[in-house]
């Protein structure tokens, strides 16, 4: 004789057969249809900490890392945009002149157009400045390691290890929530 609790159908041994997943967030929608797959328990890692007894669902272990996920998301898109933008074609129009000084004088925030392999002539008193690349800075990859190393702390995994799933497939860490 089989049950089902929590989504989840058992054999009369009370060992998992079966997982129902839903197909969609039920809140990602204002009605949701109850879709959902069944996957076989064999295909299914389900880790988690019972915290009572006959307890089928729990809180992952991984929960409290969540955050930590999007922290070293936000920063590693951060530091790719900070890089592209400085290796784009930017530069800035400075003067060592005073105010009223001898700089012939430009609106703000004004554009010059510079094309490719051009030499080119500037505004008298002015000079070119191109930003320089400061991305990834030297603190980049300390701070990629100190995150993976919170995020194996809560699963009380070695952080190399987190590092080794994290690097070659992000989506291997699925199987521990």
């Not at 997982?19 to 249809?33: F, I, L, N, Q, R």
């Not at 990629?144 to 290890?161: A, D, H, T």
Request: net charge negative; hydrophobic share 40%; with cysteine.
């Amino acid at each position: 004789m089989t049950s089902e609790v929590d989504g989840i159908k058992y054999d009369s041994f009370g060992n998992p057969i079966l997982y129902y997943v839903a197909a969609e967030h039920p809140g990602d929608s204002s009605t949701w249809y109850g879709r959902y797959e069944s996957i076989a328990a064999e295909y299914m890692i389900h880790w988690y900490r019972p915290d009572r007894p006959g307890q089928s669902r729990g809180l992952p272990e991984i929960t409290p890392a969540l955050p930590l996920f999007a922290q070293l998301r936000r920063y590693t898109l951060a530091v790719l945009a900070a890089a592209e933008t400085a290796a784009d074609f930017a530069a800035v129009l400075y003067t060592d002149a005073p105010a009223n000084g001898e700089a012939q004088p430009l609106e703000p925030l004004d554009i010059v157009a510079l094309e490719k392999r051009m030499a080119t002539t500037l505004p008298d008193g002015w000079k070119l400045g191109q930003i320089r690349a400061e991305q990834p800075n030297t603190t980049y990859a300390e701070f990629k390691r100190e995150i993976l190393g919170e995020i194996g702390r809560c699963m009380q995994v070695p952080s190399g290890i987190v590092g080794l799933f994290y690097f070659l497939d992000a989506t291997i860490l699925r199987i521990f929530c």
